[in-house]
């Protein structure tokens, strides 16, 4: 199982703009990547991202082979509401992978 | 003996074809019409839009990368999308983000691929549809994908 990381401040003040940070461990595999025995290493890439936050996708990212191994994304956004942060990303072949942060806001 | 030079020239033609298509480089051509095709109709306008990133890039697998807006994020006046262009890598796309005004601030940072000494731009849409841009000229002395 491949390491996420993910960085949301554990208090906030309702209104205040928060940054999140997210770093997933994955190859990114470009498809331009050439093999020893001729040919090109297949295509495999994280392509999409989002952060669902109070009942809205508050974040998204549609990713291309030029995005580093290893993912970092972070993102500002707005504290609303205490409670659940859902991190969603999706590779090339639909597999979704999940992280959860919790954030109390006061 | 006609039909086995016959697929021989097939199999030699298809080779070259299969080389012809997988590109080593985009070029600045191809990049623009990424950019257009992002804009849609309305012309990119400079402003509004900061790109920072190093000037001299000693690694080219992972380029820092952060693109910040000014806009105030509200529901009346807010940024849409924002886009990431290369004019070097293999493709001419790099990434690009869905925001609101759920997102306090127009502010995205990650960390890129480059395979060559390049510019990179940003295209940023408003909800009024107005498109703005900016760029950034790097000097990449590792480039990225050079190892099999």
Redesign the interface.
Same mark, same amino acid.
């Given at each position: 199982m491949s390491r996420a990381l993910i960085n949301v401040p554990a208090k906030a003040r309702k209104g205040e703009v928060i940054q999140i940070r997210t770093l997933v461990q994955h190859e990114m595999e470009t498809g331009f990547r050439p093999l020893p025995n001729g040919g090109f290493a297949p295509r495999l890439i994280l392509r999409r991202f989002e952060c669902i936050y109070d009942g809205e996708t508050v974040f998204a990212a549609d990713l291309h082979p030029a995005i580093s191994a290893n993912p970092y994304l972070a993102f500002r956004t707005v504290a609303t509401t205490s409670g659940e942060m859902l991190f969603r990303w999706i590779d090339d072949r639909g597999a979704v992978r999940e992280e959860r942060a919790t954030i109390e806001v006061t | 003996m006609d039909l086995p030079t016959a697929s021989r020239r097939l199999v030699l033609g298809g080779g070259l074809a299969l080389l012809a298509i @997988?590109p080593a480089r985009a070029t600045p051509e191809a990049m623009r019409a990424a950019m257009q095709g992002f804009a849609g109709g309305a012309e990119p306008r400079p402003g509004r839009v900061r790109l920072e990133m190093p000037t001299l890039v000693e690694n080219g697998?992972? =380029?820092p990368t952060t693109v910040i807006v000014d806009s105030p994020m509200t529901a009346a006046d807010h940024v849409v999308e924002i886009a +990431?262009f290369?004019e070097r890598?293999? $493709?001419p796309? #790099?990434? %690009?983000? !869905? +925001? /609101?005004p %759920?997102? /306090?601030?127009a502010? =995205? @940072? !990650?960390? #890129? %691929? $480059?395979g060559d000494t390049q510019s990179v731009h940003a295209l940023a849409r408003m909800n009024d549809g107005s498109v703005w841009s900016a760029s950034a000229e790097l000097i990449v002395t590792l480039p990225a994908?050079i190892e /099999?």
């Open positions: - | @997988s697998n992972a =380029v +990431l290369n890598n293999p $493709l796309d #790099i990434a %690009r983000f !869905t +925001l /609101g %759920r997102c /306090g601030q502010w =995205v @940072s !990650t960390r #890129i %691929r $480059l994908c /099999g």
